[in-house]
């Protein structure tokens, strides 16, 4: 009947564009791949100058993004240091206001590059899949699939955007801060009275918990499903020592 006939034109057809697509696969693959890493990183760039930020020179895309994380955390590390320098074994204070800065910072990296890593992740298993969704599109049964793979490459470029957003605006806070202080005279900086330290660790903090929103905000524009489990799991360790540290 004509669902026999449906299933027969379709099944052809199928055949037919898989062994058009064979010979291609190859570059649609690349393409598509290069083409969205392109776009991701671009809105990225985006986003860190939107926050006051301005990528590090001599690097592009993703790349420069990290290594301007990297300057503006340096500075918090270094910072941390020269008060820790001051503690001693009747003296602790300077280790806990030390820890108590860098703390979140190493938090928030460890969590934005397992938000990197995941990003880039869905964007190579989906665009590895490129061929199969194209050749799905041509069909009612199979386009939904299609969408839906274009949904979740759509969404791990809005979760990278936001993350970096959320990254770029602790680092800018940070980076106006006087750092220089902490050189110079340490005990005066690591005190609850200096509001540089406090802003400094509350940066860092806020950082993550937006963070933590990015999942969510890009399920709720693309319509997707994401979770946050494999970012999760990849930050779980450095913010477990960074917990007994603190302990």
């Not at 034109?9 to 693959?29: V, W």
């Not at 820790?84 to 910072?105: H, K, T």
């Not at 399920?219 to 779980?236: E, K, P, R």
Request: charged share 10%; aromatic share 6%.
């Amino acid at each position: 009947g004509s669902v026999k006939g449906t299933i027969a034109n379709d099944g052809l057809s199928l055949l037919l564009a898989s062994i058009l697509l064979g010979g291609h696969a190859a570059g649609l693959i690349t393409g598509v791949y290069t083409a969205s890493m392109a776009v991701i990183g671009g809105a990225a760039s985006t986003a860190f100058e939107v926050a006051g930020a301005s990528p590090a020179a001599g690097y592009s895309g993703l790349s420069a993004l990290l290594a301007s994380m990297e300057q503006a955390i340096i500075k918090v590390v270094r910072t941390a240091v020269a008060i820790a320098d001051e503690g001693g074994m009747s003296d602790l204070g300077p280790y806990l206001y030390s820890l108590l800065l860098v703390a979140p910072f190493v938090v928030m990296v460890a969590y934005y590059l397992a938000q990197v890593v995941i990003a880039v992740f869905r964007l190579v298993a989906i665009t590895a899949m490129a061929p199969v969704l194209s050749l799905f599109m041509g069909f009612n049964w199979g386009r939904q699939m299609a969408v839906s793979g274009l949904k979740v490459m759509i969404s791990s470029g809005l979760i990278l955007f936001a993350c970096t957003l959320a990254m770029a605006l602790a680092v800018s806070g940070v980076s106006s801060l006087d750092m220089g202080v902490a050189a110079k005279d340490p005990e005066a900086f690591a005190s609850f009275d200096n509001p540089d330290l406090l802003v400094a660790i509350v940066m860092g903090w806020l950082g993550i918990a937006m963070m933590a929103e990015a999942t969510s905000l890009a399920n709720s524009i693309a319509g997707t499903f994401l979770s946050n489990m494999g970012a999760a799991m990849i930050a779980a360790v450095p913010a477990a020592a960074a917990g007994k540290a603190l302990k």
